[in-house]
């Protein structure tokens, strides 16, 4: 079993930055992708980023060029960088655990952090 637990969130204004930190509790976190979602009021849950055990990432479309995701492998710890944050990067953000080798839909992530929540004022 994975456990994660996702902290940084909090009140910020349009164009400031944010970073988010995660804590996985597991023997083998350098086997498992790493990603970062995130869910607005009403909406979906939309994949953010992810990256795998060797540092391969990926963003999603709306945050690209804007956010970064690294990881430690040594500390267990995943991080997810926000600059120039708009108010549409409203939500709770969420860190989760994979198996897979590499996926960007949330059903294939095991492990969920309980989320913590990012709000971007005009």
């Known amino acids: 079993q994975v456990q994660v637990v996702e902290s940084g969130g909090g009140l910020v204004q349009a164009g400031d930055s944010l970073r988010l930190s995660c804590a996985a509790s597991?023997?083998?976190?350098?086997?498992?992708?790493m990603g970062w979602f995130r869910q607005a009021p009403g909406k979906e849950r939309e994949f953010v980023a992810a990256i795998t055990w060797a540092g391969a990432t990926d963003y999603g479309d709306s945050v690209k060029g804007r956010f970064t995701i690294s990881r430690d492998n040594a500390k267990k710890m995943v991080y997810l960088q926000m600059n120039s944050l708009k108010p549409e990067d409203t939500a709770v953000y969420y860190c989760?655990?994979?198996?897979?080798?590499?996926?960007?839909?949330?059903?294939?992530?095991?492990?969920w952090g309980q989320g913590t929540q990012v709000t971007v004022s005009s």
């Open positions: 989760a655990a994979s198996s897979t080798t590499w996926t960007v839909v949330d059903a294939n992530y095991d492990y």
């Open positions: 597991t023997r083998t976190f350098t086997r498992y992708l």
